[in-house]
């Protein structure tokens, strides 16, 4: 996959047709898995090139000011979508210029003239352009006069609902990660930058990792069993979500990962990705340091055993 970042790359230029799909996109979910697939399938039938188009952070954060936490960052986000076979990958800065381009200036000057579209692929519920006026229905009404024409790919359901980002982050909050699981097609998971704690897992021999998370849907106060990918190696891990024995009540509850078997000891700067196998236990506070220990020993031990398919 040829990844771009913006609209600008000479890249762009040796394309003779595509089909387009475009979104968010954050978590790559099973919904957008479909969505991605058929972009892909109807490229090849077609012969052209099979492009997503996304951006680097969330609409929302440019018209709203505030957007929803993260599923998944860029990187994960590019990863995902090269998987589905996509051949060009374009990411954009969605800014206040972007945003105010025109629904119908976006297809023809964008879509058309640009990326050479001939197909363009989208979600039962996208909208693009200004003010989120372009939907399937105008790219079909424009389809009629640049001689392109639009798929729109029907919601996909699980778990008694439709498949959404918007789920997906409800249910990973309420700690619901056997859905959250189900509606992405994998394990559910934390990207970001090993940072430096307070020590108190070495302190009680146990050092952690700990993980920035704060702008990710972060799972609620508990013990789980996890993987951890650092610097290219996967380890096993237990991952505890707050600290109620020392700091009841945290605004943004640490994300700390005893990783099993570590040999390096510098980590720390480090991108790492933090899977959630199973939950183990709630958290809670205990009446003496020497019985967290004991605890925790059982929670490691139970990490090491655990299956991580």
Do not use: W
Not at 12 to 27: A, E, H, M, P
């Amino acid at each position: 996959m040829i990844l771009l970042n913006g609209l600008k790359s000479e890249s762009l230029r040796k394309i003779k047709s595509s089909v387009v799909t475009l979104g968010v996109f954050d978590g790559v979910h099973a919904g957008h898995r479909k969505i991605l697939e058929k972009t892909v399938a109807d490229a090849k039938k077609l012969e052209a090139k099979s492009i997503a188009l996304t951006f680097e952070t969330h609409p929302m954060k440019t018209t709203h000011r505030q957007a929803p936490a993260v599923i998944t960052d860029t990187e994960k986000k590019a990863e995902l979508i090269s998987a589905a076979g996509i051949d060009i990958l374009i990411v954009i800065d969605f800014n206040k210029s972007f945003a105010a381009i025109p629904a119908g200036k976006f297809i023809t000057g964008i879509l058309v003239e640009k990326l050479k579209m001939i197909k363009a692929v989208v979600g039962f519920d996208y909208r693009f352009g200004k003010g989120g006026k372009g939907d399937a229905a105008l790219l079909k009404e424009y389809g009629q006069l640049f001689g392109f024409t639009v798929d729109r790919v029907q919601a996909q359901k699980c778990c008694g609902g439709i498949i959404s980002s918007t789920e997906i982050r409800k249910r990973a909050f309420a700690g619901d990660l056997s859905a959250a699981r189900r509606m992405l097609g994998r394990h559910y998971s934390l990207t970001g930058r090993i940072v430096r704690g307070d020590g108190r897992g070495a302190s009680l021999g146990f050092p952690t990792a700990n993980l920035d998370a704060t702008n990710e849907v972060v799972p609620p106060e508990g013990v789980y069993a996890v993987t951890i990918t650092v610097a290219g190696k996967l380890y096993r891990g237990a991952c505890g979500i707050g600290r109620p024995t020392f700091h009841p009540g945290e605004k943004h509850p640490p994300v700390e990962v005893n990783i099993i078997g570590l040999q390096k000891k510098d980590i720390y700067g480090e991108k790492a990705e933090v899977v959630f196998i199973k939950k183990l236990r709630p958290s809670r506070r205990f009446s003496s340091r020497e019985a967290l220990q004991r605890q925790i020993a059982r929670d490691v031990e139970k990490c090491r055993k655990m299956r991580i398919d």
